[in-house]
């Protein structure tokens, strides 16, 4: 089916392990983001991109990378994972032109970490 | 930097009641506005959306919202709310040339409760 696919969906760390959280759009979309959600604080902006090879930071970016070799895949990395990583994780492409349009998101990854 | 703010954090209606959710945002020139729905243990569907023309706009199950420039304001509203209706809702809004493709800026959400 088309549309955004993350994986893991669940996944559990201990402090100081590194993962990648894998996001893949078959839609052709050039903008990807991923967001993070936390209870209480909405959903914040960690990195995107504007297409293959550009990524940008957004409001939280300290503690994770991001790569976009391909315009179908946008992974995130977390380095040295942290407590306050504990998170619900989404990503996105943007559905249409921009300005106009929409985000268009996965099921989200729930992160924790110990 | 832009902001969006949604001043109930959780509203409580009874079913076949009216609803107005809402939202007030902070940014200079013509927003992009979005409201967005978050079942429990799911993303986000899109609801409605406001770039420019009729400030009244209609959106998916029933929902609809009203941009005014005067009171800064993108308020959800529906007529008369089901018991699937009851989620949490996120009012988001972009700016300048990416309109929101190079990330939206979320309010917190409401979290609506439906009485039987």
């Known amino acids: 089916n088309a549309g955004v696919t993350q994986t893991p969906k669940f996944q559990v760390l201990k402090t100081g392990q590194s993962m990648t959280l894998q996001c893949a759009q078959d839609?052709?979309?050039?903008?990807m983001s991923w967001y993070r959600q936390d209870p209480g604080m909405g959903l914040r902006l960690i990195h995107y991109s504007v297409g293959a090879g550009i990524t940008d930071q957004g409001e939280v970016p300290n503690g994770y990378n991001v790569s976009r070799s391909t315009t179908e895949d946008f992974p995130l990395r977390l380095l040295s994972a942290a407590p306050s990583q504990t998170s619900v994780y989404f990503c996105?492409?943007?559905?249409?032109?921009?300005?106009?349009?929409?985000?268009?998101f996965g099921e989200g990854s729930r992160l924790t970490v110990l | 930097a832009q902001s969006v703010t949604q001043p109930d954090i959780h509203i409580t209606v009874s079913e076949g009641a009216s609803l107005e959710l809402r939202c007030n945002y902070s940014y200079g020139a013509t927003p992009y506005l979005f409201w967005y729905v978050q079942s429990p243990g799911q993303g986000l569907q899109l609801l409605l959306k406001?770039?420019?023309?009729?400030?009244l706009v209609q959106g998916i199950k029933g929902f609809e919202a009203e941009f005014k420039r005067s009171q800064s304001s993108f308020n959800l509203r529906k007529p008369s709310v089901h018991w699937s209706d009851a989620a949490e809702y996120f009012c988001?809004?972009?700016?300048?040339?990416?309109?929101?493709?190079?990330?939206?800026?979320f309010g917190k959400g409401t979290h609506l409760i439906i009485q039987p």
């Open positions: 996105a492409s943007w559905l249409g032109r921009a300005p106009t349009g929409e985000l268009f």
């Open positions: 988001a809004v972009g700016e300048g040339s990416g309109g929101g493709a190079d990330g939206l800026t």
């Open positions: 406001y770039f420019s023309g009729d400030t």
């Open positions: 839609m052709n979309h050039e903008y």
